[in-house]
């Protein structure tokens, strides 16, 4: 993304039509699940509309797919602003920050994505700006160096993040509003597949949507992202209605099992099971026993098997449990009984 041109999201018109293809909910009663974020966004952003103010700054935190950006996206609409979106690996100088905030204009939000790999100094540019939305200038270099201050227009920034922690306290602190987003429930996953599928004209059984909601990890993009692949099976092989053995043949040819598990989460179980017989093991040891990189399998992988139960963090190292070893068919060493 061009840092200097940011994308920006009106919020009608054209946009209707990229929300349909995202299969993004259009307002807050479109939006299923995260109540108590909902609930709290409501009333922040309408006793600001009622004080006629900007609203606080939004943080939101929690894993990946959740609807973070979505719920960006509701929260300009809601105050019928425009959205400049833009992420924290684009904003690499002080620079890049100047020429996004002297582009908005008053009540627009601002939607930083990934906002914690925004570097240090470009934080502190931010901070002045979030809180007297003044922009801060430095001319020149040594004893001759003078700080210019440039009134910025009033905006609310809305940033999303997957690793809070490794956000500053002292940026942390300048947010008015922070809401952690949670896994869904499978109620809450089949509701949101029901959804989809009617906007995407897809005609799906009830065994077949409890199939795709148990294997979506508990995530709407990841049940959006199942759907659309058994969609693209029926269609291939002419299939008008999508029933549980379609969604079964197609779930197989990801290699998707009805947990959820991909081929990655079975190897990092088993590597766990057999090349380090139940562990405790390090990251470092398992990312290198599947050649994968140690914080995909941190980020990614990790958090869903361990709200699973099918593996365990220690003092020691990761472990794997019973109820994992008994998903990839290792028994446990200990239990076998040798016959001599």
Known sequence: MNVKDPQTIPQSGPDDQLLDLTLRPKSFA????????????????????????????VLLHGPSGLGKTTLAYLVARELNANM????????????????????????????????????KMVEE?????????????????????????????RFTLVAATTKISMLSAPFRSRFG?????????????????????GLLGITV???????????????????NRLLKRVR??????????????????????????????????????????????GGPVGLKSIAASISEEESTVEDVYEPYLMRLGFIARTTKGRVITKAGRDHVGVPDPA???LDF
């Open 30 to 57: 479109e939006y299923v699940g995260q109540e108590k974020a909902k609930e709290n966004l409501r009333i922040v952003l309408g006793a600001a509309k009622k004080r006629n103010e900007t609203p606080e700054h």
């Open 84 to 119: 400049r979106m833009t992420s924290g690996t684009a904003l690499e100088k002080a620079g890049d920050v100047g020429s996004i905030l002297t582009g908005l204009s008053d009540g627009d939000v601002l939607f930083i994505d990934e906002v914690h790999r925004l570097n």
């Open 125 to 153: 540019v931010i901070y002045p700006a979030m809180e007297n939305f003044k922009l801060d200038i430095v001319i020149g270099k040594g004893n001759a160096a003078k700080t210019l201050q440039i009134d910025l227009p």
């Open 177 to 197: 509003s922070s809401f952690r987003l949670e896994y869904y429930t499978p109620d809450e996953i089949e509701r949101i597949i029901t959804r989809s599928a």
């Open 205 to 223: 059984t009830k065994p077949a949507l409890t199939l795709i909601a148990r294997s979506a990890r508990a995530t709407p993009r990841v049940a």
């Open 232 to 277: 693209d099976y029926a269609q291939v092989h002419n299939i008008a209605t999508i029933d549980e053995p379609t969604a079964q043949a197609a779930l197989r040819m990801l290699e998707v099992d009805p947990q959820g598990l991909e081929e990655t989460d079975r190897k990092i179980l088993l590597a766990i099971a057999t090349t380090f017989s």
């Open 335 to 337: 239990s076998l009984k």
